[in-house]
């Protein structure tokens, strides 16, 4: 006789619990039985995790306040709303008549006459602490927030300034050009790094009270002397290596890597440990300019040049010091793709890790967007299968200046044309849809999508595959269909038209989120930030982990367990600091697979554009379109169901009914005779 599932030994159980595909699956296991119970509470949703999202990076359970269960809660409800394109939007600007946001008049042309923010954000999960801190022109400023475990509401909210002007710095010529959040636990686990354009590079503090006081400079000694090959000029880029030992700095300037190690005494002057001088070795002409450096592990940076032939490269770290290295090109890639090698985008240097390596691992993947408005994945020691190059279908050209990974699941683009964010999936298989979680629909997926050049996959007849037969590996047609590309385009948002006059030609200078678990990220466009939020609109069918379904119109909105509920209610920040918050309407566009092939440059029919009702949104006129839309959810749902409802592809504010037939006659089906034909 077979023994019961419950009769297995543990090791073979994890094997099963590996299979299941969904957090719906493993709760209903985990509801069989006492033993199994116990079983998936101590190993299951761990396992689940580690298998269904590997590339994100997930602290363990000492670092995490909400659990394994909670986590798995809350990644497959951030997953869903990621592919509904369920983002909500707000600006954070200087107050109106505030000079917080200008630049003198010696740069004003070069600038346009608002500051390019540098940012960066960080979430303990521990705290639940949230910090951003970006730099506005020679000023520092940022925002802590606390959030309430048990109702998601922030306890508290600082906002929290350090005026260059107090700390011997001009406005225009000593601007902050990096910003680095520590993130590790030790010793200055709440401060930060910040690099000037005058060479200045100091380690900062974060406490209020204390905010922007300096605890430890970084600069060469030879500096004081006018030694040349030593001088540390306008920094360029920060980045820091986290490993057991201590962490390691690189900053660059425009000819020069200085890394520094982060002391762990008292220490508050730190020279560099090593100084690569590039213009010896590495720069081919007097034009040549090292823009960017990042860590690829403890022996190799990848490095962004410009006024060179090759500017990217990478340096590594051998026995007899450090060599520098051209990275690997891909023919095959070339050919396939029609590309060249001309100019980077210098900021946008992203190393694609593995979480599941050791502190300190590395990585010869790299993301990078160049000139020609490519998108390049590359392993920069040898042509490998990984090697992928992305662009925007619609608007093929458009060249993206900052990039922001979520491990090998997503990333997101934006650049100097106009307010607008472009996101990627990285197409490769994923660990978890979450459509798998919905019941079989013998129908294809809904709205249908807008894709360039993807030609729709072949459906089957009414009636075929109707439903999912596990026990034969067979999925539905609905189940198959919406894992398929064609009916998971990247989409790109457009948010200049809904910002104030004089930011509506504001470009995107830099990205940032606090952790891959968060819900939200960050936004620096010329002269503020944005905050985007994953949250659907108000009317929104949820299912949660536990099975259950709601209407968001009368539940939270945000991640249940990692985001601020009141992330839009914050209104006015304290005078102090001078900013205020702005709701924006983004008008959203679905922009195709995102390869980069030939046919890109060929003309082709302009997809849909969503558009806000409201160009410059505030709360009251949001409230008032939230209630028409939940009187236009209530006229839907006396036509379709819920269940139907939940299949749709997108959030709720980009359904209409036409996405649920093809013919009707409105009496006959408020009489309750007519048919309604699914497209």
Not at 174 to 181: E, G, H, Q, T
Not at 616 to 625: G, S
Request: glycine letters at 8%; aromatic letters at 8%; charged letters at 25%.
């Amino acid at each position: 006789m077979a023994p019961a599932l419950a009769d297995l030994p543990d090791d073979i159980l994890l094997i099963v619990l590996a299979t299941l595909d969904s957090a719906r699956d493993l709760r209903a296991l985990a509801l069989s039985c006492h033993r199994l119970h116990r079983f998936v509470t101590n190993d299951g949703w761990r396992v689940f995790v580690r298998n269904r999202f590997p590339s994100l990076e997930v602290p363990p359970p000492s670092r995490n306040l909400v659990g394994w269960k909670k986590t798995a809660e809350s990644l497959t409800w951030q997953s869903r709303h990621w592919d509904k394109r369920s983002l909500q939007f707000q600006a954070l600007l200087p107050r109106s008549g505030s000079a917080l946001g200008t630049v003198p008049r010696t740069r004003e042309r070069q600038r346009g006459g608002l500051f390019q923010p540098v940012i960066d954000a960080h979430f303990d999960p521990e705290t639940h602490e949230e910090l951003v801190v970006w730099g506005a022109g020679e000023n520092i400023v940022a925002r802590h927030r606390q959030r309430n475990a048990s109702d998601g509401r922030s306890e508290s909210v600082t906002w929290l300034q350090s005026e260059g002007r107090h700390n011997g710095f001009t406005a225009g010529f000593d601007d902050v050009r990096a910003i680095k959040i520590l993130k590790d636990e030790g010793r200055h686990h709440k401060a930060f790094l910040a690099g000037r354009d005058n060479g200045d590079l100091a380690l900062l503090s974060t406490e209020p009270g204390q905010f922007g006081n300096r605890l430890v400079e970084f600069r060469p000694e030879d500096a004081v002397q006018g030694t040349e090959q030593h001088v540390q000029d306008t920094i360029n880029s920060i980045d820091v290596l986290y490993s057991n030992h201590s962490s390691l700095i690189s900053a660059t300037t425009k000819s020069s890597i200085f890394l520094y190690r982060l002391p762990e005494d008292e220490s508050t002057n730190v020279v560099p440990e090593t100084v690569l001088n590039l213009r010896q070795d590495v720069f081919e002409s007097t034009a040549s300019q090292l823009c960017r450096a990042a860590w690829m592990g403890e022996d190799t940076l990848a490095l962004a040049l410009k006024g060179c032939k090759d500017p990217l490269r990478y340096m590594t770290l051998t026995p007899t010091g450090w060599t520098h290295h051209t990275a690997a090109k891909n023919p095959k890639l070339e050919t396939l793709f029609g590309v060249g090698y001309g100019n980077i985008c210098p900021n946008s240097l992203q190393p694609i890790r593995d979480p599941s390596t050791s502190s300190g691992g590395g990585t010869n993947l790299l993301l990078s967007a160049w000139r020609d408005g490519t998108v390049r994945l590359q392993d920069l020691r040898s042509p490998s299968s990984f090697d992928t190059i992305y662009q925007d279908n619609v608007d093929p050209w458009a060249d993206m200046e900052s990039l922001m990974t979520y491990g090998s699941e997503r990333f997101i683009g934006g650049g100097m044309n106009g307010a607008a964010i472009k996101i990627f999936d990285f197409r490769w298989p994923k660990n978890y849809y979450h459509t798998t979680g919905l019941p079989c629909l013998d129908k294809v997926p809904f709205s249908q999508p807008s894709q360039p050049f993807l030609k729709a996959p072949a459906r089957y007849r009414p009636g075929i595959l109707a439903h999912c037969e596990p026990e034969k590996g067979v999925r539905c047609q609905w189940h198959s269909l919406s894992q398929n590309i064609y009916y998971r385009p990247n989409a790109s948002f457009f948010l200049s038209n809904s910002l104030p006059k004089r930011y509506s030609a504001s470009g995107i200078w830099s990205l940032a989120k606090p952790s891959d678990l968060s819900p939200n990220f960050y936004i620096g466009i010329s002269g503020g930030i944005i905050e985007a939020n994953l949250e659907p609109s108000v009317g929104t069918i949820l299912s949660t982990s536990a099975g259950s379904e709601t209407s968001s119109s009368s539940s939270i909105r945000v991640d249940p367990n990692l985001g601020f509920r009141d992330w839009r209610l914050e209104g006015d920040a304290p005078s102090p600091v001078g900013y205020e918050s702005l709701p924006l309407g983004a008008a959203m566009m679905e922009t195709g697979d995102g390869f980069a092939f030939r046919q890109n440059d060929r003309a082709i029919r302009f997809p849909r554009m969503w558009t806000p009702r409201s160009r410059q949104p505030n709360l009251r006129e949001q409230e008032q379109e939230q209630a028409e839309e939940v009187r236009e959810l209530e006229e839907m749902e006396g036509l379709f169901n819920s269940e139907l409802m939940k299949h749709h592809r997108l959030d709720r504010r980009y359904q209409d009914v036409d996405d649920y037939w093809t013919e009707w006659d409105a009496g006959q089906i408020s009489k309750g005779v007519g048919e309604v034909t699914l497209r």
